[in-house]
T-cell receptor, first 113, second 110 residues
């Protein structure tokens, strides 16, 4: 299957700082990537759909000014959590779309102190 | 509205068989996925059904009935490493977004 990497795998930051998470497709070109958030013992919640070369499409209730998505190339999408707060602590997962199937990155555990 | 239901938790014995059910109500249907997710890790793809019937892949099988809005994942010869959450997800249309169930936590006991 297709391989997706995420960096960093874990990050701890202070409240008010910004954190950037990278999602890379290693062996395929991903015109579409998805960003999810998962709180403990809950399912995946789609945050936004990232399309290469265009603006991301955000799900209802997700602040686009707080969660900045950039998909500048066919192999890289980034999610920046701006002015992070403790309630933003979560597991962030990206996926790349290949022939209709989503391949997931390993996830990034964000802890905001 | 959109709704996907699966049991919250199930327990089974090593070596046995377990069936995890998923029912869905969506405005459209373009395929149903099952994913496995170990704690602290991202989901991994298990199966995909778009037509009615049973898809078998090794110890795992997945069944779909579109008329009933129902699917199940069947795990045979359970191993301790099968302890994980199993997520049911439905693709409604052609935009490839998935609607996710809350997941079923499967606990395997020796």
């Amino acid at each position: 299957g297709a391989v997706v990497s995420q960096h960093p795998s874990r990050v701890i930051c202070k409240s008010g700082t910004s954190v950037k998470i990278e999602c890379r497709s290693l062996d395929f070109q991903a015109t579409t990537m998805f960003w999810y958030r998962q709180f403990p013992k809950q399912s995946l919640m789609l945050m936004a759909t990232s399309n290469e070369g265009s603006k991301a499409t955000y799900e209802q209730g997700v602040e686009k000014d707080k969660f900045l998505i950039n998909h500048a190339s066919l192999t890289l999408s980034t999610l920046t959590v701006t002015s992070a707060h403790p309630e933003d602590s979560s597991f962030y997962i990206c996926s790349g779309l290949v022939h209709g199937e989503q391949f997931f990155g390993p996830g990034t555990r964000l802890t905001v102190l | 509205g959109q709704n996907i239901d699966q049991p919250t938790e199930m327990t089974a014995t090593e070596g046995a068989i377990v069936q995890i059910n998923c029912t869905y109500q969506t405005s459209g249907f373009n395929g149903l996925f099952w994913y496995q997710q170990h704690a602290g890790e991202a989901p991994t793809f298990l199966s995909y059904n778009v037509l009615d019937g049973l898809e078998e892949k090794g110890r795992f099988s997945s069944f779909l009935s579109r008329s009933k809005g129902y699917s199940y994942l069947l795990l045979k010869e359970l191993q301790m490493k099968d302890s994980a959450s199993y997520l049911c997800a439905v693709r409604e249309g052609s935009n490839y977004q998935l609607i996710w169930g809350a997941g079923t936590k499967l606990i395997i006991k020796p």
